[in-house]
């Protein structure tokens, strides 16, 4: 089946410092792979994506690349910011559905 | 505009009332989607209209019935729920695959 397995959290950094966020899949076939966020109280916007192998999403300073030797797809960013703080959800595209991982509360303290 | 509204943002109802949630996109996106998302978990697919038909139903209860009047509404009318469907629910959009686009949800209390 279709499964995604993210990194246990919650995460908290503090500002300045690197973030990675670990993101491993299970799937038949090629699927895309997103990152989005969620802050609190609100829905969640898509961060970033990857349509196949070895292509790298970036927004806003975060990246994450398509691995498809080791099926992960790691959430990196070089220095975090307070206004960072949120629920990540990493997540492939099956057909017409999103399978989400599990969310990673992440808290960057000033 | 990649936007996704949906209204109310909050809603309050009794197990005997009939509520309906609204969700709207002007992105000419042919697939539109329910998603239920209960504290600290992920969303939950619950719906998929692909041209303003039923395409996906995630097995959900009768008590939850949706609607799509044309390719920029969604309705999600609400009949007899439970205190455990308290949530939140989400509406997102795509044109194909693969980017989907959410709403701001509408967070729903059942007293």
């Keep these: 089946g279709n499964s995604v397995t993210q990194m246990e959290g919650?995460?908290?950094?503090?500002?300045?410092?690197?973030?990675?966020i670990n993101c491993?899949?299970?799937a038949t076939g090629y699927p895309s792979l997103f990152w989005y966020v969620q802050y609190p109280g609100e829905g969640l916007q898509l961060l970033l994506k990857a349509t196949k192998a070895d292509d790298k999403g970036?927004?806003?300073?975060?990246?994450?690349?398509?691995?498809?030797e080791t099926t992960s797809f790691h959430l990196e960013k070089g220095?975090?910011?307070?206004?960072?703080?949120?629920v990540?959800?990493?997540?492939?595209?099956?057909?017409?559905?999103?399978?989400?991982?599990?969310?990673?509360?992440l808290t960057i303290n000033p | 505009d990649t936007e996704v509204t949906q209204t109310p943002?909050?809603?309050?109802?009794?197990?005997?009332?009939?509520?309906s949630l609204k969700c709207e996109q002007h992105m000419g996106h042919r697939a539109m989607y329910w998603y239920k998302q209960k504290a600290k978990k992920?969303?939950?697919?619950?719906?998929?209209?692909?041209?303003?038909?039923?395409?996906?139903?995630?097995?959900?209860?009768?008590?939850?019935?949706?609607?799509?009047?044309?390719?920029?509404?969604?309705?999600?009318?609400?009949?007899?729920?439970?205190?455990?469907?308290?949530?939140l629910y989400?509406?997102?959009?795509?044109?194909g695959a693969p980017a989907t686009f959410f709403g701001q949800g509408t967070r729903l209390t059942v007293v």
């Design chain 1, 10 to 20: 919650p995460v908290t950094l503090s500002e300045e410092a690197f973030l990675t």
């Design chain 1, 24 to 26: 491993t899949y299970t």
């Design chain 1, 58 to 68: 970036s927004n806003k300073g975060f990246e994450a690349t398509y691995r498809k």
């Design chain 1, 79 to 86: 220095s975090v910011q307070v206004s960072d703080s949120a």
């Design chain 1, 88 to 105: 990540y959800f990493c997540a492939l595209s099956f057909l017409q559905k999103l399978v989400f991982g599990q969310g990673t509360r």
């Design chain 2, 9 to 19: 943002k909050h809603l309050v109802m009794g197990m005997t009332n009939k509520k």
């Design chain 2, 42 to 87: 992920p969303p939950e697919l619950m719906f998929v209209y692909s041209y303003e038909k039923l395409s996906i139903n995630e097995s959900v209860p009768s008590r939850f019935s949706p609607e799509c009047p044309n390719s920029s509404l969604l309705n999600l009318h609400l009949h007899a729920l439970q205190p455990e469907d308290s949530a």
């Design chain 2, 90 to 95: 989400l509406c997102a959009s795509s044109q």
